[in-house]
């Protein structure tokens, strides 16, 4: 019976606090929700801008995927055309490239950025 307890208790504590866990998260959420309200916000706002810096996370991420992808490749056939021990092909195609897609990355976020100040100056001196 002994035996039994101790399990039964790892299990039980286990399962009790994932639950303590998730109704905290819940509950929590709920209050957020309802200051909002009271405030006259809505959720929508501040998802929406979340949301919006989420992508330019995720198309980071990717062009850095096809960058070591592409340094991977490349690597390969380093290794394969020239006398390059693998361990260096492969280590410093995959920094390169994948450094390359991040200075890529960065420049079109500038771009971006010179846009869309730019486009707000001219916007503000025409109505100046």
Known sequence: ???LLI????I??????????V??????RHKER?????TGQTAKELFYKKSKGNNQ???????????????????EVLITFTAISSTIAYVS?????GGISLI????????????STSFSDKILEDLY
């Open 104 to 115: 890529i990355f960065h420049n079109k976020e500038k771009k971006e950025d010179d846009l």
């Open 7 to 10: 399990p039964l208790a790892a």
């Open 12 to 21: 039980l504590s286990f399962f009790g606090s994932i639950t303590a866990i």
């Open 23 to 28: 109704f905290i998260i819940f509950q929590s």
């Open 57 to 75: 996370q995720n198309f980071k991420i990717g062009l850095l995927g096809i960058g070591i992808a592409i340094g991977l490749l490349i690597g």
């Open 1 to 3: 019976m002994e035996d």
């Open 34 to 38: 309802m200051a909002l309200i009271q």
């Open 93 to 97: 195609m995959t920094f390169l490239f």
